[in-house]
């Protein structure tokens, strides 16, 4: 059974720094584009960066471009989000997602979210 294990939110002041990390498991990891959303209280869900399966080609939003980075690590089937400058409207619970497989792109895993929190 496939699933993705994110770890490493919590409480940051703003300003701070949070590493997100997802493991995926059961899945040829290197064929999915893999993706973080968040979501806050009361809002949409919302894409937040974005990882290619291979060749590492990455799109962020409009919101998080120059604070954040997404990296992947295939060998260790990992995906990071390197979240820097937080700032509280950063708030959400973060969502990894595994979108895929490659050339057929019709199944979206999902996490089940961490909380990411940005406070002082």
């Known amino acids: 059974q496939v699933r993705l294990a994110e770890s490493g939110g919590g409480l940051v002041q703003p300003g701070g720094s949070l590493r997100l990390s997802c493991v995926g498991s059961?899945?040829?990891?290197?064929?999915?584009?893999m993706k973080w959303y968040r979501q806050a209280p009361g809002k949409e869900r919302e894409l937040v960066a974005t990882i290619a399966t291979v060749g590492g080609r990455t799109t962020y939003g409009d919101s998080v471009k120059g604070r954040f980075a997404i990296l992947r690590d295939n060998a260790r089937n990992t995906v990071y989000l390197q979240m820097n400058g937080l700032k509280p409207e950063d708030t959400a619970v973060y969502y990894c997602?595994?979108?895929?497989?490659?050339?057929?792109?019709?199944?979206?895993?999902w996490g089940q979210g961490t909380q990411v929190t940005v406070s002082s």
């Open positions: 059961e899945l040829t990891f290197n064929r999915y584009t």
């Open positions: 997602n595994a979108h895929g497989p490659f050339p057929s792109w019709e199944i979206d895993y």
